[in-house]
């Protein structure tokens, strides 16, 4: 099965709703009762801890707060559901032992919220290759005088070791330079998009060539009022016949080069 990370955002709370059932009745599955795991990367190693069990066809939310005393602040959390106890420690991502569904994936809520507001999406994480690279297009900026607007890289790999990355930001049209930040593995890089000069007009363009990550568009009003969350899919979920992954990396190749 995937892990299901607890997200962080400027000025919002994270929070993860795990579901101890199938999401399709066509790959059946018999129900356990599972454990509930928070894993993290420090030091070097990946540690985990057992928060608890869920019972089968059940939900079970768990707060970035609910595990502040156990995970260090610079880490990410990360939740997953087991039919046996994970190891305390270990050098290498553990491998979880509950049978996965295909389509869709298994899948939790993500979310984050403020006192008056909340977002979520259906989501997962898998690792990525240390040799994965990333391109994706920005149409989910928001513009308004209280609005302001994040993304947030979401990278999870094998290994416990950190490693950086450079991500370029361009204006797809014109390809022109806007930015370039430092992004860091196992983690979610929170990169302020208001800082770019982007136009409603504009469609952003980011580019990792050493990290793959998942993209979320983050906006919120600075009351808190108003909070969106957005992700894009891969280029290869535009390609509906043949090679989709060969078809991925011709499309990445020929807008890497475009920026040289």
Not at 29 to 49: E, I, P, Y
Not at 69 to 93: A, C, F, M, Q, Y
Not at 97 to 121: I, M
Not at 164 to 187: H, M, Q, S, W
Request: negative net charge.
């Amino acid at each position: 099965m995937s892990y299901y990370p607890i997200l962080n955002a400027p000025r919002a709370n994270g929070w993860t709703t795990l579901s101890n059932f199938p999401p399709n009745n066509w790959e059946p599955s018999r129900l356990k009762q599972q454990f509930v795991n928070v894993t993290w990367a420090s030091d070097g190693m990946w540690l985990t801890k057992n928060l608890g069990v869920i019972a089968p066809g059940t939900f079970h939310t768990v707060h970035a707060g609910d595990v502040t005393d156990i995970v260090p602040e610079e880490s990410l959390p990360l939740l997953s559901l087991s039919l046996e106890p994970l190891p305390t420690e270990s050098t290498s991502l553990p491998s979880l032992d509950f049978k996965r569904t295909s389509v869709p994936a298994w899948r939790a809520s993500l979310g984050l919220s403020t006192p008056c507001a909340q977002t979520s999406y259906q989501g997962e994480l898998d690792f990525f290759p240390s040799q994965g690279t990333l391109l994706t297009f920005g149409p989910f900026l928001q513009f308004g005088e209280d609005v302001q607007n994040y993304l947030l890289l979401l990278n999870l790999e094998k290994s416990p070791l950190k490693r950086f990355a450079e991500l370029e930001v361009y204006d797809a049209a014109e390809l022109t330079p806007r930015g370039r930040f430092t992004i860091c593995n196992n983690k979610v890089n929170c990169i302020s998009l208001d800082e770019l000069d982007f136009k409603e007009d504009d469609l952003p363009l980011f580019i990792c060539r050493g990290m793959a990550a998942i993209p979320l568009y983050f906006s919120y009003a600075k009351n808190g009022s108003y909070l969106s969350l957005e992700h894009t899919h891969p280029p290869a979920s535009l390609v509906v016949h043949g090679k989709r992954w060969e078809a991925q990396k011709l499309l990445k190749q020929r807008w890497f080069d475009m920026v040289l």
